[in-house]
C-alpha cells in the first residue's frame, strides 16, 4: 500500500525505535540494498537518528534507528457533510491537535476553498505549530472524489452538485502545501488498517452510517481507492426494490434514502409530523426504546443497513467490519438492531466476520486523510 520511505518510518515507529537496520530489513519486507539507501537519506534530511548503545559483546553493535517525531508534521481535514474536522500528527502519528467547524452549505468554489484554507490557518495558529513544519496536507470528502485527477466532483448532503470538478490544487495554492485526496469512506478504512483496533488486518472493511452512509475497503493489505466512475463502497445508493424514495444524489430506490440522517429527518416529518421531540436520527434513536413509531422507522433503516453491510461481507470476505458516523452508538437501537438483521442475513460461513465499533472516532477520516498525506508525500 505504502512506498518504501513510508514502509521503514512506520518499521522504526512500530519497533519503538529498538530497531537496527537489520530488524528494520526484516519487518518492512523491503530489500538490503534499498532499505540501506532509504534509511541513510532519512538520516541526512533529520527525519530519523542513531541512538548510541553500550555493547557487551565484541563486533558492531546494532544501532537502534529512531525517529525524530518533531522533524516533518501532516494535516488531515475531513470534509464532512455537516461537521468538517482536522487534526496534525508528527512523524510518530501522534496527534498534536484536532479541531470542528460546522461544514457550511456550498455556495461557490470561492467561498469553499476559502473556508478550508481559513479552517487550515486557524487550527494551525491555534495549535502554535509553524508553517514550514506542515509537509503535506490530506483532504477527504463526503461526496465523490476523482483521487487521479485531484478534483471534487460532488457532495451532496453539503450542497455540492454532481457533475462538478473542482480542482483542489486551489486548496494547494492557498496553503502552499502539496494537497492530496479522497472520500471520506476511503480515508476512514485507511485510518482503521493503520492506527485502529484492527490495524495490519488484511481484509477490512469499514462502514460509516451518519448523514450519509458509506463504506472503504481493505483487500490483501490493499486499500480500494474509489472512482466517480469505479465506485467502490458507495452501499448508501446499492438499490432496494420496491423502495421510491429519493435520495440526495438524485436518484429513486438509494438505501441511503431510508436510513441516511438527512434522509430520516424528512420521514419523520411526513410519519410523525406531530412529535416536535422527534425530529433526527439521534432523536429516533432515543425515542426507540419506548416508541413504537421510532422503532418501525429505525427497524427499516437497520434492516436496509444490514443488506448492504451484508452485501460488503459477501464481496470482500473481510475479517472485521468497522462502524462509525453519528448514528452509530454502542447501545443504541440502530446499531443494535443493524447487527441483529446482520445475523439473519449472513450465510453461516460469513457469521465469522469480528464487528466493532471504532475506537478512532470522530476524527477517524480525519486522520486517515492525515496518513494519505504521509504516504504520498513523504
Not at 81 to 89: G, H, N, R
Not at 189 to 215: D, K
Request: proline share 3%; with cysteine.
Amino acid at each position: 500500500m505504502a512506498g518504501s520511505r513510508a514502509r521503514i518510518i512506520d518499521s522504526i515507529r512500530q519497533g519503538k525505535n529498538e530497531f537496527s537496520k537489520k530488524d528494520i530489513c526484516a519487518h518492512s519486507g523491503v530489500s538490503w540494498g534499498a532499505m540501506y539507501k532509504v534509511v541513510e537519506s532519512l538520516l541526512e534530511e533529520g527525519y530519523v537518528f542513531c541512538r548510541s548503545v553500550e555493547s557487551g559483546r565484541r563486533g558492531r553493535p546494532n544501532v537502534p534507528i529512531c525517529l525524530n517525531a518533531d522533524a516533518a508534521f501532516w494535516c488531515g481535514i475531513d470534509l464532512g457533510a455537516s461537521q468538517s474536522k482536522l487534526v496534525f500528527l508528527d512523524l510518530d502519528f501522534k496527534v498534536l491537535y484536532s479541531e470542528k467547524v460546522p461544514t457550511p452549505l456550498y455556495t461557490n468554489e470561492e467561498e469553499l476553498f476559502n473556508f478550508l484554507s481559513a479552517f487550515y490557518a486557524n487550527s494551525r495558529n491555534a495549535a502554535g505549530i509553524s508553517d514550514s513544519k506542515i509537509k503535506a496536507i490530506g483532504l477527504a470528502v463526503s461526496g465523490l472524489v476523482d483521487s487521479e485527477n485531484n478534483l471534487l466532483v460532488s457532495g451532496g448532503n453539503w450542497g455540492l452538485p454532481r457533475g462538478s470538478a473542482l480542482k483542489i490544487s486551489k486548496l494547494a495554492d492557498l496553503t502552499g502545501h502539496s494537497v492530496c485526496s479522497c472520500t471520506t469512506a476511503v480515508a476512514a478504512v485507511l485510518a482503521e488498517y493503520h492506527l485502529g483496533r484492527q490495524a495490519g488486518v488484511g481484509n477490512l472493511v469499514s462502514i460509516g452510517i451518519g448523514v450519509g452512509v458509506g463504506s472503504g475497503v481493505v483487500a490483501n493489505h490493499s486499500l480500494l481507492i474509489s472512482h466517480p466512475d469505479r465506485p467502490v463502497g458507495y452501499i448508501g445508493h446499492i438499490l432496494i426494490p420496491g423502495n421510491e424514495r429519493s435520495c440526495v444524489c438524485g436518484w429513486q430506490g438509494c438505501l441511503e434514502a431510508y436510513s441516511g440522517g438527512k434522509s430520516l429527518e424528512k420521514i419523520v416529518l411526513e410519519k410523525l409530523p406531530d412529535r416536535s421531540d422527534i425530529r433526527s436520527a439521534a432523536d429516533l434513536d432515543r425515542a426507540a426504546s419506548s416508541d413504537s413509531a421510532a422503532r418501525k422507522i429505525l427497524d427499516t433503516a437497520a434492516y436496509y443497513n444490514a443488506i448492504g453491510v451484508a452485501n460488503m461481507i459477501q464481496l470482500y470476505s473481510p475479517s472485521a467490519v468497522i462502524f462509525s458516523g453519528g448514528q452509530i452508538h454502542r447501545d443504541g437501537y440502530l446499531y443494535t438492531q443493524t447487527i441483529a438483521e446482520l445475523g439473519k442475513l449472513l450465510p453461516e460461513q460469513r457469521r465469522n466476520c469480528i464487528f466493532e465499533i471504532s475506537r478512532l472516532g470522530e476524527f477517524q477520516s480525519a486522520l486517515g486523510a492525515a496518513r494519505m498525506a504521509f504516504e504520498k508525500f513523504i
